[in-house]
């Protein structure tokens, strides 16, 4: 994939949100429908599947080092990691030729590690008919709403967020592209109950010990890596190492203005509590009790 500068892009303005089976969506996920349900996936394929802002690049970038950190400098030095492992359903025609499902289909390693957003009925039947492995990474509502508010404001290939008040409301409603949070994150935590080549992690628990999360990576995958590889790679994805990383930030995607926010913008669990109103929070928890009331997936907003 080729990246233009700013100034050759042919965005005019932010794209219309829009609902697409239930899902609210822009035309940017849902251009090349076709081609993404007629995915073949293969049974050593990785899915990384997030909803957005819940640490899709942390645990990919865990992932690309975990199997192919040790063997190939050339592309952890030099080759962005949305582009070592492409989102699958995008389709950015005004920025690129290249649609996800082709650079799935072109990835040259084996295993291709390749990230959705998609909520899990959206899921290319490939997968589950390969038995793919697949990591989900869910992040507390609360944090996540915030992560994604900051990610709208400064990406202009998403819908305009409006102000905190406006997107808090929308979020709630579940207005956001890839719908509603709450069936995103229960819809995943059900499949994993008859689907077991899939593994269920959370952001908060990244957070608190990431080292853990590395070996439970690493055991799930079935790979054999010393302490000493997974101590490396821990320090590797600590928040400001991959702050610093131009292969990891995000830096180089003109569509994103990092003077509004950076992508990379605090890593933190509990950053909510600076954005929330004590009106806004009482209203989010009772929302919250609705909406989640018949799953049994818990979140920690603190640790
Ligand atoms: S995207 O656009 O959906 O792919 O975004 P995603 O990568 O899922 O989420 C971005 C948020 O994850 C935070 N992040 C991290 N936090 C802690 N440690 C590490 N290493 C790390 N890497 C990414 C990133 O800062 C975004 O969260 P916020 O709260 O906005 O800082």
Not at 111 to 128: A, G, M, N
Not at 134 to 148: G, L, P, Q
Request: charged share 25%; glycine share 4%; proline share 5%.
């Amino acid at each position: 994939m080729e990246i233009p500068d700013m100034a050759s892009l042919k965005l005019q303005s932010r794209p219309e949100m829009f609902d697409f089976e239930g899902i609210s969506m822009t035309h940017f996920f849902t251009d090349n429908w076709e081609k993404l349900k007629n995915f073949q996936a293969r049974p050593d394929d990785i899915l990384i599947a997030t909803y957005p802002k819940a640490g899709t690049t942390w645990v990919s970038y865990i992932l690309d080092l975990l199997y192919f950190g040790n063997d190939d400098l050339e592309r952890q030095t030099s080759k962005p990691i949305y582009m070592r492992i492409p989102c699958l359903e995008a389709c950015f025609q005004e920025f690129s030729t290249v649609t996800g499902t082709e650079m799935a289909d072109n990835l040259p390693t084996s295993p291709r590690l390749i990230k959705t957003h998609l909520p899990v009925q959206f899921v290319p039947k490939s997968f589950w008919e390969q038995n793919s492995r697949i990591v989900y990474v869910a992040r507390n509502a609360k944090d996540n709403a915030v992560s994604y508010f900051h990610f709208d404001r400064m990406n202009m290939v998403q819908p305009d967020p409006g102000d905190w008040n406006s997107f808090i409301e929308k979020f709630m409603k579940g207005k956001n592209v890839f719908g509603p949070w709450y069936d995103h994150v229960s819809g995943w935590w059900e499949k994993k109950q008859t689907y077991s080549n899939l593994l269920y992690l959370f952001y908060e628990d990244l957070v608190e010990d990431t080292g853990r999360e590395v070996e439970r990576l690493s055991s799930f995958l079935g790979l054999s890596t010393s302490v000493e590889e997974r101590e490396k790679i821990t320090k590797g994805v600590q928040f400001d190492a991959m702050k610093q990383n131009n292969m990891t930030n995000h830096v180089n995607l003109p569509f994103m203005d990092f003077k509004i926010s950076p992508f990379m913008r605090k890593g933190k669990v509990g950053d909510w509590k600076c954005h929330f109103t004590v009106a806004q929070n009482e209203q989010f928890d009772e929302v919250y009790k609705q909406k989640m009331k018949k799953t049994t997936v818990r979140f920690r907003t603190e640790i």
